[in-house]
């Protein structure tokens, strides 16, 4: 049944793409024969069919996202970490300054947002990865401690996720 709904949703995604040009060709014509006196302009978005509904599972904690803009407050988050994140996403999901005590482990290549411990698995409420796979070292950027996690990615591409599970594999703290 995941699987049936996924290509759904892919499907709805991908019509949605191909509505966008139309969207765009369709506002325009509409405000160039408008009277400007009368009401908002017509944006693309208000002839949109496709549009993928957000599912609440999808969105973005607002930890995750108060402790993102804390890093870049900071000047902790890497660039390469801000240009992969869903920036709007992120952006919608804040609601005030708090942010866990544990902020995020990182590396080149990977980032765990506001990681716990649950077990032998780390959570991500949100996990940024750029071409990493396979078992990497992280470091808590406040306290040093280096974690061996297992970074699954068999496509070897960089992408973000929500509510990450990633395998611990041992704890060592640098001094």
Known sequence: MDAIAANAKLRTEELHLGELG???LSSIFVN?????????PAKPSDFFYFTPQVDEREKISAIASNTFFALVEDEKMPS????LAPIDRIRKSKNGNDVP???AWMRKGVMLIAPQIKGDKAIAPLALIDGVEGQVSVIDIDTGTARDIFVA?????AYWAINVE???IG???YG
């Open 101 to 103: 005590k544990c902020r």
């Open 32 to 40: 160039a024969n408008r009277d400007p006196k009368k009401g908002e």
């Open 80 to 83: 390469w970490a801000v240009a």
């Open 22 to 24: 139309i969207s765009t």
């Open 153 to 157: 990615n068999a496509k070897n591409e």
């Open 166 to 168: 990633f395998q611990l």
């Open 171 to 173: 704890s060592v703290t």
